[in-house]
């Protein structure tokens, strides 16, 4: 009997280490667990194709079991960060809603020995923290933007500013740059100075409310292409003119088609690329620390331009619009 027993106990252990080897080899299937947190995509044009970008290159056919979280909000993708830390993925891949917050949770994916990319967005955090920043430089994104105003030549630069989510780092990029020109220069005002978080609504009210109060303006400085074109509507309803000629000069961030299309057509002045495509900059990363190489440029600064309807070529549009 007790022969017996031991035969089963055995038998038992057997079986149950064959069940966990199997449901090992069932979790361990080959794929690289990405974790992957991003701004809402319906946010832009711009976030759409960043996640349609993301979405196609973080597949199982390219080798990667991904997960994907979205939020606007800072400490909701912060808790997404923190679920996918308890689910053990390899690498978590991180757009930033806003600049500030991260340490702890980094912190805890280093513990956990999961390796963390930054794309789109910096974040104010030690690099050490993570192992790659695959970004849009957005400081000079604004730079390059109010240079271009700048070489206008107005007598006076009476501003509508609509900003971007608060915090964010393209926000905070592209308010700076005219924060400073504003501060610097005598003749550089803003009637208004008001966030529309990317949204095209909120945007034409904030440039109603302005026409309403009788205010003159020259210039709408908008940190997105979809509230820019929420600003035209409020111009277009109160027959303001813009663009080439126009009475206003109206500018935008991002490079949609639809955009950049104002543009060739005379109806907007400026639009700033920020390019969307950091998918496959983070899978080369990936692929060559699965190879055990080391990563050589921490920081890598997307290419980017900014185009004036002066200028601007069909073949600008098919090459660069989103």
């Not at 017996?4 to 280490?17: E, K, M, W």
């Not at 069940?19 to 711009?46: M, Q, T, W």
């Not at 976030?47 to 290159?57: F, G, I, L, P």
């Not at 993925?89 to 912190?107: E, M, N, P, R």
């Amino acid at each position: 009997m007790k022969k017996f027993l031991a035969l089963l106990v055995t038998a038992c252990l057997a079986f149950s280490a064959f069940a966990c080897s199997a449901k090992k080899a069932e979790d361990d299937n080959g794929l690289i667990k990405v974790g992957i947190i991003n701004n809402d995509p319906n946010e832009s044009g711009y976030r759409t194709a960043n996640d349609k970008s993301m979405k196609e290159m973080f597949t199982e056919e390219n080798g990667y079991d991904a997960s994907f979280a979205y939020s606007l909000k800072n400490d909701e993708q912060i808790a997404y960060a923190q679920q996918f830390i308890q689910d053990e993925v390899d690498y978590l891949l991180i757009s930033a809603a806003g600049t500030s917050g991260w340490d702890t949770v980094l912190k805890d994916a280093k513990d956990a020995g999961i390796q963390v990319i930054l794309f789109d967005r910096t974040i104010d955090a030690d690099d050490s923290l993570y192992v790659a920043s695959i970004v849009s430089d957005m400081a000079k994104e604004g730079d390059t933007a109010v240079s271009w105003l700048a070489d206008q030549g107005l007598d006076e630069y009476n501003v509508i500013h609509i900003q971007g989510v608060m915090g964010s780092a393209a926000q905070i990029g592209r308010s700076g740059a005219l924060d400073k020109k504003v501060a610097d220069n005598a003749n550089w005002n803003l009637v208004t100075q008001q966030t529309a978080e990317w949204n095209a609504d909120n945007a034409q009210q904030i440039v109603q409310s302005v026409i309403d109060s009788g205010e003159s303006f020259n210039v709408i400085y908008a940190e997105n292409d979809d509230m820019a074109k929420g600003a035209v509507a409020a111009l277009d309803a109160a027959n303001i003119s813009h663009g080439i000629g126009g009475d206003v000069i109206v500018m935008g961030f991002d490079c949609n088609s639809w955009a950049l299309a104002e543009l060739l057509a005379g109806n907007w002045n400026y639009d700033g690329q920020c390019n969307p495509f950091q998918a496959s900059y983070i899978d080369a990363i990936i692929k060559d620390l699965e190879a055990g190489k080391e990563i050589t440029e921490k920081v890598v600064i997307l290419e980017e331009k900014g185009f004036s309807a002066d200028s601007i070529t069909q073949a600008d549009v098919d090459q660069y619009g989103i």
